[in-house]
């Protein structure tokens, strides 16, 4: 029963429309962005259904310790002990834009809507995530330990 729950969250997630059109302001301040985008922690249980989700691509690129998954990624880091290799300022900032730390990154900008390249018609002018869904997912991450 408790898989049937979870398969029905992580379907919500992706059936409710998200709010991902406006940018929420945030400072970053050395290699982070220390405060939540929302003014709130982001749920752990939704993160994880949106890694897992091909909607994301999170999975597309990574691997972690997700048994029940098949075809992970295996041209990013795994995600297994990305809670103790940075922090949450830092798993924010890495979410919002990747470039930061990599202009050459494959990795999308999830949280940008300017100085992009190659963005497809139905994103154009707006992140690909909402702050929640940021959130969310920086939740979850940080969760995974060594």
């Known amino acids: 029963m408790p ?18 059109n406006k940018l929420l302001p945030y400072t970053i301040i050395g ?13 752990a249980a939704r993160g994880r259904a949106l890694v ?3 909607t994301t691509t999170c999975i597309l690129c990574h691997s972690g ?3 029940e998954t098949r075809f ?3 041209l ?3 995600l297994t002990g990305t809670g103790n290799r940075w922090s949450v300022s830092q798993l924010r900032l890495r979410l919002v834009d990747a470039s930061r730390f990599n202009p050459d990154t494959i990795m999308p900008s999830y949280y940008r809507n300017d100085g992009l390249v190659r963005v497809g018609r139905n994103f154009a002018g ?4 909402s702050a929640a869904e940021i959130e969310d997912i920086v939740a979850f991450l940080a969760t995974l330990r060594d």
């Open 3 to 20: 898989a049937i729950a979870a398969c029905i969250v992580a379907s919500l997630a992706f059936v409710l429309p998200t709010q991902a």
């Open 31 to 43: 290699d982070g962005i220390p405060v939540s985008l929302t003014g709130s922690p982001g749920d």
């Open 52 to 54: 897992l989700a091909r």
């Open 65 to 67: 310790p997700f048994p």
């Open 72 to 74: 992970q990624g295996d």
């Open 76 to 78: 990013a880091p795994d």
């Open 126 to 129: 707006k992140p690909i995530l």
